[in-house]
Structure formats: C-alpha cells, structure tokens
C-alpha cells in the first residue's frame, strides 16, 4: 500500500487502536522500502517522502500513545495512588508544600488557646 498524502491528525482520534496499530505498521513498511530505494539511489522527492513518512508514524504514535494515558487515568481515577507519570509536574516546591486540608487542620492546643483567649475587640471613638 503506498500512501501518497500525510496522515491528518484529525482522522486518526476516530480510529480504534487496531486500525492505528495497522497503519503505523503500513507506514513502517512503507518508509523502509523507501530507504532502501534511496540508497539504491532514487530521486530526490524520495527524501521529502521519507520526512513526510517519518512525520506521519510520530503522528499515529502520538494518538496511541494519547489514547493509552487517557485509558490509564480513567483507570486510576477511583485508586487511592496515581502512576509518577500520571501526577501533575507543577515544580518541587509545590509538590511539597501542605495540602489545603493539611494546612486547614487545628490541633487541639491551638482549639483550646482560640476558645479560652479569643482575638480582642477595640472600638476607637471619632472625634466630631
């Protein structure tokens, strides 16, 4: 099968894994024949074919490999862990820092201080 136009992303997101699956194996096939062509010593659009077919496997790659971590993160959604390459980058920093709950805790010593010495009111008088 030779392929004669670049693979559209937007074609491929419909795709079952098992058409993706053949057609990276097509474009594969395809991109070795033309290498060996090439140094058999084809023509020069032989070279922009290559690119194109080069291109064109990165793409089919790229849906599978997207399809694949969006099945994954429906799987982990109701897990108590997420994969490493699952979780969010963010920086260390954040990562390490308190989450909302942990920093929004009040031990019991803090409970008793707040109940028995309460934050003080003042009132100031205006001058008239």
Do not use: C
């Given at each position: ?15 079952s894994?098992?058409?993706l699956?053949?057609?990276?194996e ?42 694949q ?17 699952l ?14 709950h ?19 009111k ?7």
């Amino acid at each position: 099968m030779q392929s004669t136009s670049k693979v559209r992303t937007g074609q491929l997101w419909g795709k079952s894994k098992e058409d993706l699956k053949k057609q990276l194996e097509d474009l594969k096939t395809e991109l070795g024949q033309l290498r060996v062509q090439k140094i058999a010593g084809g023509a020069a659009s032989k070279l922009t074919k290559i690119h194109d077919l080069r291109k064109s496997v990165a793409r089919v790659l790229t849906v599978i490999n997207a399809n694949q971590r969006s099945q994954l993160r429906i799987f982990y959604k109701t897990k108590k862990y997420l994969p490493l390459d699952l979780r969010s980058k963010k920086t260390r920093a954040i990562r390490r820092r308190l989450s909302k709950h942990e920093a929004g805790i009040v031990s019991e010593k803090q409970k008793k201080k707040q109940i028995h010495f309460p934050q003080r009111k003042y009132a100031v008088k205006a001058d008239d």
